[in-house]
């Protein structure tokens, strides 16, 4: 089936660096990317929504100089976590929605885990 | 706008036992509905889903029947096992636009032997 692949799985920084994290589609291609963030024993909040070759879509309440997100081609997208800061440590999630249409199921990455010192 | 309403866990049951996570939702137009479960140190997984009124999804021995009258989706699974113990998700699917998924809070079950 369809796989997305979420690199890295975990990562440790110092305050004030910047991390990327890429969210890979293997198998398929995918127009639209979705990148999540997920508290502790908390939903899933969606951040933004990455479309190939375009401007990133934020929500509302997302800063999108601090995450900013590249969908540079049908298979990869990332998120780079500038600056980060102790309270940016969380669980980020990605998924993607093959070109089938929006019938068409989301995959989802294995996430990242973020801890900032 | 647009939102999804799960049934507080923690839920702890034993083995064999009858499950129900409730699931409500509140939409502008026909969304989509999805389970989603997410098992220790593991990604999300589409469990089953729904795409229209009365329509019935199920996989694994776990069951959802997509209600409009009652705005809901609660998941529903006969006997469950030890290996069911996850965090399941509710989720509707926006059609409008990007298309986005709206999560509800997630609901941790535990099953014991």
């Known amino acids: 089936g369809a796989v997305v692949s979420q690199h890295p799985s975990w990562v440790i920084c110092k305050s004030g660096t910047s991390v990327k994290i890429e969210c890979r589609s293997l198998d398929f291609q995918a127009t639209t990317m979705f990148w999540y963030r997920q508290f502790p024993k908390q939903s899933l909040m969606l951040m933004a929504t990455s479309n190939e070759g375009s401007k990133a879509t934020y929500e509302q309440g997302v800063e999108k100089d601090k995450f900013l997100i590249n969908h540079a081609s049908l298979t990869l997208s990332t998120l780079t976590v500038t600056s980060a800061h102790p309270e940016d440590s969380s669980f980020y999630i990605c998924s993607a929605r093959d070109l089938q249409g929006y019938n068409s199921p989301l995959h989802f990455g294995n996430g990242t885990r973020l801890t900032v010192t | 706008g647009d939102s999804v309403t799960q049934m507080e866990g923690p839920v702890t049951l034993s083995e064999e036992a009858f499950l129900t996570i409730n699931c409500t939702y509140t939409a502008t137009g026909y969304p989509s509905l999805f389970w989603y479960v997410q098992y220790p140190g593991e990604g999300l997984q589409l469990l089953l889903k729904?795409?229209?009124?009365?329509d019935k999804g199920s996989n694994k021995g776990f069951e959802a029947t997509y209600r409009k009258e009652t705005t809901s989706f609660h998941l529903e699974k006969g006997s469950v096992q030890v290996s069911d113990s996850a965090v399941y998700f509710c989720a509707l699917l926006i059609i409008q636009g990007a298309q986005k998924l709206v999560f509800g809070q997630g609901t941790r079950l535990t099953i014991n032997p």
């Open positions: 729904a795409t229209k009124a009365d």
